[in-house]
Nanobody
Framework: QLQASGGGLVQPGGSLTLSCTASELTLPSYSIAWFRQAPEKEREYISCITRIGGKTDYADSVKFRFTISRDRAKNTAYLQMNSLKPEDTAVYYC?????????????????WGQGTLVTVSS
């Protein structure tokens, strides 16, 4: 029910913006998070924006480089990624939780997108 898009190949230091849309969910009713999974690694939490108030949270690995946002009118959430590094290479997933606060525990997220691949390489 969620669709993540916007991935691709980008050079180190470059930028990319991911989008998360929903076909049957009203995203403003959910807190939205981004996770990523690099090859042969566990899926890790990246960022979250709350359902109410739009409070944001970031993992230390992406703080000050990534920005999460949402456009209620477009029913879309975004992840703006700047200063990308090769270690940011991963499949990125968006997820939605009915909770009013951000949580880094992926088990709290009921709905998931299919993932979009981001490759950072020269």
């Amino acid at each position: 029910q969620l669709q993540a898009s916007g991935g691709g190949l980008v050079q180190p230091g470059g930028s990319l913006t991911l989008s998360c849309t929903a076909s049957e969910l009203t995203l403003p009713s959910y807190s939205i998070a981004w996770f990523r999974q690099a090859p042969e690694k566990e899926r890790e939490y990246i960022s979250c924006i709350t359902r109410i108030g739009g409070k944001t949270d970031y993992a230390d690995s992406v703080k000050f480089r990534f920005t999460i946002s949402r456009d209620r009118a477009k029913n879309t959430a975004y992840l703006q990624m700047n200063s990308l590094k090769p270690e940011d290479t991963a499949v990125y997933y968006c997820a939605a939780a009915a909770r009013g606060i951000c949580t880094r525990d992926e088990t709290n997220y009921r709905y998931w997108g299919q993932g979009t691949l981001v490759t950072v390489s020269s």
